[in-house]
């Protein structure tokens, strides 16, 4: 089974500061990783993932993920946030299994919210 | 564009009434999920269906919950009798195989009164 953790649930910030938004994921097998977004009253929408290859991935919206399998992490940051970009955000992740229906595994959430 | 589209938008149902939710792809997949997100909690998986089957389920997904593509292109959500803890948003995704990731769809409100 997989888990994931989100250690923040809040996050405020500042319009042009940068943002790090924390993923930590336990699993016994292979996963790929995934950030979404949630925009208020809206379903949600891929920002990333993290399937093989680079470690650094880059997403839309400027955001971009690093993994690091040693410490099983799977970080979001954003160099300089806007006010857009106040939104929950999802870290997930699913195992790498053959002829699996490979399930999401979600965290909590992190709420982003940018502030002037 | 969006892949899947739901259908309602929202939905409001007394107690112990049944409900259907719906879940149209824009194109043929393999794979169909649903997920659930009560109010201010994480999403969390309920069932994934491939080849016209149950693949897997959680144990949120008990007997009163059902599950399937009646024409070969809609693919339903069924709470035969529901709970006022079924109140949730209700999201499908879609997969197609050997590809991520999963893509989901805008959602259905279920308000049970």
């Known amino acids: 089974a997989q888990s994931v953790t989100q250690l923040d649930s809040q996050v405020p910030v500042f319009e042009e500061a940068p943002v790090e938004l924390r993923c930590n994921y336990s699993s016994s097998v292979s996963v790929y990783l995934f950030w979404y977004v949630q925009y208020p009253n809206q379903g949600l929408q891929l920002l990333l993932k993290y399937l093989s290859g680079s470690t650094l991935v880059k997403g839309i919206n400027g955001f971009e993920a690093e993994f690091n399998k040693s410490q099983t992490s799977f970080h979001l940051r954003k160099p300089s946030v806007h006010i857009s970009d106040t939104a929950e955000y999802f870290c997930?992740?699913?195992?790498?299994?053959?002829?699996?229906?490979?399930?999401?595994?979600f965290g909590t959430g992190t709420q982003l919210k940018v502030e002037l | 564009e969006p892949e899947v589209t739901q259908t309602p938008s929202h939905q409001v149902t007394q107690m112990g009434q049944e409900v259907i939710l719906r879940c149209v792809p824009i194109?043929?997949?393999?794979?169909f999920y649903w997920y659930r997100q009560i109010l201010g909690q994480k999403v969390e998986f309920l069932v994934s269906f491939y080849n016209n089957e149950i693949s897997e389920k959680s144990e949120i997904f008990d007997d009163q919950f059902s599950v399937e593509r009646p024409d070969g292109s809609n693919f339903t959500l069924k709470i035969r009798s529901t709970k006022l803890e079924d109140s949730a948003m209700y999201f499908c995704a879609i997969r197609d195989r050997g590809s991520q990731p999963q893509h989901f769809g805008d959602g259905t409100r279920l308000s049970i009164l």
């Open positions: 194109s043929n997949h393999l794979y």
């Open positions: 997930a992740v699913t195992a790498i299994l053959t002829g699996g229906g490979n399930k999401l595994t």
